[in-house]
């Protein structure tokens, strides 16, 4: 796991300088080491977390002068010591150990194919250095990150939206049709938007070949398709447990894969709960693991330490359980919100990086349980939406929009100031396109691929990269594994919205875990301060959306604004957001990101 960083010029020398001011601000996603490359118009720059070989033969950006490429990395590749030896047999020779190194090869040996074969989490850029060419590549599931603009005479890509504007020239204007999702569409900015008019953002599954002029092509290589398939109409309800579990193991087990120790996260709901099992079965013993909590508020309890503590009970684990008070989660505001590469309102935030920041203490490497609800539907509104017909797009659209949309069209355009509003109801087309495209069977089906292949992405992924890599501290997510979301895609829908949503899921997991935890009522990651805004957090908002600086940005009507603090705790948004904090957020986002210059 690390950062990278890069420039395509032409008609002149990549910026080397630009290319260093944008990694360094990646340090604390790559603390151990760092380099830079140039030739001509291309320029890489790189900053390493040392996960898999740990020596300086691992170092990058890697260049191989034998095949004249060069690469700049960014993730973990599960399966290249498989990779390697099929590498090996076809005459190629390393020179180190690591999984960078087998990119590099591989994208020799099988060109923008290498990504087909590849297993695991990657953002990375690859350069012919014959021909200035350049490809770049994000894993299937977008669990890392990979941003560009176009500046003047160059195109530049960076792991954070913030190295992007390290290096200068970027259009840091409001991107309306972004402005438009994060207000409605529960925060999430689909690619290849973000916040920022002139910063995108490549969709995962997606490579990009640049040519030296300047040219681009994009192709999507991977498209998870929803619906059933032959080979498994007859599979019974267990086939199907047996068959989750199955490749969940694999899953979890493919992600141990390190020179380092593996933690784990623990919630101690069912998902982080049954990859502590999974690791215990796979002989984890002495398994470090992680809970958090947070002081009450509003009448809401702010931790699960009970469930936690039974799995690290019945496992073994050696189990740290970290207590946020308000006295260090108020400063911990600003520096999470310095991490976020787009604005994100999700209350988690802060959890994860406070989290981060405890656990980095102690390993280099945890896995997680995000996605697990997306891919087996573990969300209150995929239920309903067997209720909508399977040729009737608009009802099963009305249906998501209600559950899960923070705000409709005409509420969006009442909040924002007039010459922000749009006529086009942006996130409610984007969600039609999405759910009128084929390859999913039914109106289930349809919610379960738009939130696998973007809400996901672009909320709690992005969430987990984020926080967990302010701190230099790898994050993997075995429900994110490829292989297994293609199979909970053709997995019938009842299956998963059975037992209140997960129901195949926690079926499953009672092979491996404690009853308990699987049929305890469903829980999130609970910060309440932020929901039910008092005291210091209400002023922190209050002073954002007061500041000089928001007032001469006017995305707001003031008096919305005013509405919201009349009563910030009274409105919250069908997902138990409090929109005043949404809002807020965005402001604070902008005075570290961009009004204050901050990279």
């Known amino acids: ?209 640049i040519e030296p002029d300047g040219r681009r092509v994009e192709r999507t290589y991977w498209n998870p398709v929803f619906e059933r398939v032959p080979e498994r109409g007859s599979w019974s309800d267990r086939d199907w447990e047996d068959a989750v579990l199955a490749s969940l193991r694999t899953a979890v087990e493919r992600r141990l894969v390190s020179d380092v120790p593996v933690g784990c996260l623990l919630s101690g709901g069912l998902d982080s709960s049954l990859i502590v099992g999974l690791l215990a079965e796979a002989g984890q013993h002495g398994l470090q693991t992680f809970s958090i909590g947070f002081e009450a508020a509003g009448g809401e309890e702010g931790d699960e330490f009970k469930y936690s503590d039974v799995i690290a009970r019945h496992f073994g684990t050696d189990h740290h359980q970290i207590r946020i008070d308000t006295a260090r989660m108020l400063p911990a505001l600003s520096s999470a919100i310095g991490a976020m590469s787009e604005p994100m309102m999700s209350h988690d935030c802060v959890a994860f990086y406070l989290l981060s920041e405890e656990v980095s203490k102690h390993v280099k490497v945890v896995q997680s349980g995000q996605g697990a609800d997306e891919i087996f539907a573990g969300y209150h509104w995929y239920p309903p939406m067997a209720h909508a017909a399977d040729d009737d797009v608009d009802a099963a659209v009305a249906r998501y929009r209600a559950a899960f949309f923070d705000r409709d069209h005409a509420a969006v355009n009442a909040l924002l100031a007039p010459q922000w509003r749009l006529d086009a109801d942006i996130a409610g087309d984007f969600v039609r396109d999405r759910f009128a495209a084929p390859g999913a069977a039914t109106a289930t089906d349809r919610a379960l691929r738009l939130d696998t292949t973007v809400m996901l992405v672009d909320d709690p992924v992005k969430r987990v990269d984020n926080m967990t890599m302010a701190w230099g501290l790898e994050g993997r997510v075995p429900f994110l594994d490829h292989e297994l979301v293609e199979l909970a895609a053709t997995c019938p829908p009842h299956l998963k919205t059975a037992h209140d949503g997960k129901g195949v899921l926690k079926e499953a997991a009672r092979q491996v875990i404690p009853s308990e935890v699987i049929d305890r009522p469903k829980g999130y990651f609970p910060v309440p301060a932020l929901k039910h805004l008092a005291g210091p957090y209400l002023d922190l908002v209050r002073d954002a959306l007061h500041s000089d600086a928001a007032r001469a940005r006017g995305l707001f009507t003031a008096d919305s604004v005013e509405r919201l603090f009349a009563d910030p705790n009274g409105n919250l948004t069908p997902l138990r957001g409090n929109p005043l904090w949404q809002i807020g957020l965005l402001e604070m986002w902008l005075a570290q990101h961009v009004d204050g210059g901050r990279a």
């Not at 118009?41 to 004249?68: K, T």
Request: hydrophobic residues 45%.
């Open 1 to 209: 796991m690390c950062g990278i960083a890069g420039e395509i010029a032409r008609g002149r020398a990549a910026d080397i300088g630009a290319i260093a001011s944008m990694a360094d601000t990646m340090v604390p996603r790559g603390p151990d080491s760092g380099g830079v490359w140039g030739k001509d118009g291309v320029a890489f720059g790189h900053r390493r977390l040392a996960i898999i070989d740990l020596s300086s033969h691992g170092h990058q950006p890697m260049h191989d002068p034998e095949l004249h490429l060069t690469v700049a990395f960014n993730g973990c590749i599960y399966n290249y010591p498989q990779l390697r030896d099929d590498l090996i047999a076809k005459g190629y020779r390393f020179f180190s150990h690591s999984d960078t190194e087998v990119v590099l090869k591989g994208f020799h040996a099988w060109g923008e194919g290498v990504v087909d074969r590849l297993y695991g989490m990657f953002a990375f850029a690859v350069t012919d250095t014959d021909s200035g060419q350049v490809l770049l590549a994000r894993d299937r599931l977008g669990v890392k990150p990979l941003y560009w603009a176009e500046v003047g005479d160059a195109f530049r890509f960076a792991s954070t939206l913030p190295a992007l504007l390290a290096g200068g020239g970027v259009d840091t204007s409001i991107d309306p049709v972004a402005l438009h999702h994060y207000l409605s569409f529960h925060s999430v900015v689909p690619a290849p938007h973000t916040i920022l008019r002139g910063v995108r953002k490549l969709a995962p599954g997606t490579v990009m070949r």
